[in-house]
């Protein structure tokens, strides 16, 4: 485990941001050139998907633990997603408002794409559960309403289809999970109505589900 914490803890500091901002730069510039994701375009859209979600997703080393633990805890956790928590040096990253915005216009480009809208909404999810040094003080309301005015503002475009349903209800989970009840009571009163408007939804889904077999989707 000596050497694999070296090394891992050498590439984070090293590359793993650089190599976010490259994939994300690259995907920028796919869904600006306003061509559908399909054929080649989605096959190079799908691995760059699949880099910045390994990154989002990346259980990062805690310089409190020691090596054995670590080692101990990446074992028996593997198999998790852990929360994003990132270390100071990414806050210049994760406070442009822009880096949101686009991952939400990202997922509406894919989201008719199921294997590309997967990983399109992990990123999401991932960047709502964004916690640690890189949130300190009052960035940490700002973060939020940042990320709430950009999923607010996908919300009005798109009508959710039921394989984003379980994503997009995680989306909210992170969000009540890492952030305060006083900060998500002050999010815009859409927010919250959405919640509400989705839950009834997927209850009529599955009453509806319910009456035609007996296979659950919702």
Known sequence: WEVHFRLK?????LDLKRIFRFTVGVLEQIVRSGHRPEGEQAALTKQLLTIVETVLCWSRVSPLLSKRLIGAFEA?????TPALRLSLNWRDTMMQPELIALFFEIHMYVRSNPELANPSLTCLVQLASLCGVV??????????????????NMMAYIQ?????????SD???KLVQFFSPAMVAS?????????TRLTCHCIRGA???EGVNDDTVW
């Open 76 to 80: 028996i956790f593997e198999s998790d």
């Open 207 to 209: 009453v509806i589900e």
């Open 171 to 173: 989306i909210y989970r």
């Open 187 to 195: 999010t815009p009163p859409a927010f919250l109505e959405n919640l």
């Open 160 to 168: 959710p289809v039921e394989r984003e349903m379980l994503g997009i």
């Open 9 to 13: 803890k050498s590439f984070e500091a």
């Open 135 to 152: 949130l300190f003080g009052n960035l940490k309301q700002q973060y939020l309403e940042n990320y709430v005015n950009s999923f607010l």
